[in-house]
Nanobody
Framework: QVQLVESGGGLVQPGGSLRLSCLASGFSFSRYAMSWYRQAPGKERELVATESSTRGSTNYPDSVKGRFTISRDNAKNTVYLQMNSLKPEDTAVYYC?????????WGQGTQVAVSS
């Protein structure tokens, strides 16, 4: 079955960096676009990065553009989210996502807290 396992979250000061990882299994990883979402307390889950399965094209909302970078290693079935210049408003639970045959799959999430 499809499994997504995130890691790498933690507490970081404003301006700091973190790299999240998501290890995927149970499907042909290289064939599918992968995404990262986040959900802050009391807010809806929002997309923060997507990387296509081919050509490596990426997409980011304005809120993280220039600060976050998504990448993937198909040999390791892993997608990453490099987060730089973190702000308190980036505090959220971050989720790895893939969509296969119309079905969304999610990891368990990893908490990121940005605070001094």
């Amino acid at each position: 079955q499809v499994q997504l396992v995130e890691s790498g979250g933690g507490l970081v000061q404003p301006g700091g960096s973190l790299r999240l990882s998501c290890l995927a299994s149970g499907f042909s990883f290289s064939r599918y676009a992968m995404s990262w979402y986040r959900q802050a307390p009391g807010k809806e889950r929002e997309l923060v990065a997507t990387e296509s399965s081919t050509r490596g094209s990426t997409n980011y909302p304005d809120s993280v553009k220039g600060r976050f970078t998504i990448s993937r290693d198909n040999a390791k079935n892993t997608v990453y989210l490099q987060m730089n210049s973190l702000k308190p408003e980036d505090t959220a639970v971050y989720y790895c996502n893939c969509r296969i045959s119309g079905q969304n799959y999610w990891g368990q999430g990893t908490q990121v807290a940005v605070s001094s």
